[in-house]
Nanobody, 120 residues
Framework: EVQLVESGGGMVQPGGSLTLSCEAS????????MAWVRQTPGKRPEWVSI????????YYANSVKGRFTVSRDNAKSTLYLRMNNLQVEDTATYYC?????????????RGQGTQVTVSS
């Protein structure tokens, strides 16, 4: 059974930082591209970042480029998202997702999400 469990969310002030983690199990983590997707109520999901299975350079949405860094530890089956200089517009539920086909913005599994709230 594929499981993705996110953690690390919380409430921070604008300009603050958080690091999200996603522990994966039930599949060969190192064989899959992985992604972070965020969503706010009433809006479509936004693809924040995608990282190849070999930990090569990742893709970032323009809205987070230069502030967020995605990484992974294949030995620990864990995905990370370091978020710096957080802004109010980064407030969302962040989901870890498995990307079955590299190059396609589509996922087949995602976790339960972790809430990030940026507020002064």
């Amino acid at each position: 059974e594929v499981q993705l469990v996110e953690s690390g969310g919380g409430m921070v002030q604008p300009g603050g930082s958080l690091t999200l983690s996603c522990e994966a199990s039930g599949f060969t983590f190192s064989s899959y591209h992985m992604a972070w997707v965020r969503q706010t109520p009433g809006k479509r999901p936004e693809w924040v970042s995608i990282i190849p299975n070999n930990d090569d350079e990742g893709y970032y949405a323009n809205s987070v480029k230069g502030r967020f860094t995605v990484s992974r530890d294949n030995a620990k089956s864990t995905l990370y998202l370091r978020m710096n200089n957080l802004q109010v517009e980064d407030t969302a539920t962040y989901y870890c997702a498995r990307v079955p086909k590299p190059g396609n913005l589509d996922y087949d599994f995602r976790g339960q999400g972790t809430q990030v709230t940026v507020s002064s």
